[in-house]
């Protein structure tokens, strides 16, 4: 019995709803101007990056590019330099688009916390 492969990626699918939550999360820590509990904090940083280097690790194993053991690890703590070279080794010319979508990914609970942080402070009443 063949299994039908699915067309889009349920890791990646699951990168992209991580960061939405991660971005969505502090909106309401900065409109009340105050700081989410340590843990959550962490979450909301670590969270996206974390669902990237899982996604890249099962593409990895798709690929066959970057077979070592620890490539999880490696990209975790070198993920500035590994997500472009993975980019570049399994799609070429393509890879600026991988590259700017995993790093937009990555960037996304960041830019929403300053966006966030200066509405609140232009728009919001003062505390």
Not at 2 to 28: F, G, H, W
Not at 40 to 46: E, F, I, K, N, S
Not at 71 to 86: D, E, H, K, S
Not at 87 to 96: K, L, M
């Amino acid at each position: 019995m063949q299994t039908k492969e699915r067309p889009n990626d349920l890791t990646l699918t699951t990168a992209k709803i991580v960061t939405l939550a991660c971005s969505i999360a502090p909106i309401p820590y900065a409109v009340l101007r105050v700081d989410p509990h340590p843990f959550v904090g962490l979450m909301m940083r670590a969270g996206p990056l974390l669902a990237v280097v899982f996604w890249l690790q099962k593409d990895a194993r798709r690929t066959g590019v970057g077979a070592v053991l620890d490539l999880g690890y490696f990209a975790l703590t070198a993920w500035p330099i590994v997500i472009p070279w993975y980019a570049f080794t399994t799609r070429g010319e393509r890879g600026w688009r991988l590259t700017a979508g995993l790093l937009a990914l990555i960037a996304a609970p960041y830019l929403t916390w300053m966006l966030a942080v200066g509405f609140a402070s232009y728009f919001g009443p003062d505390l």
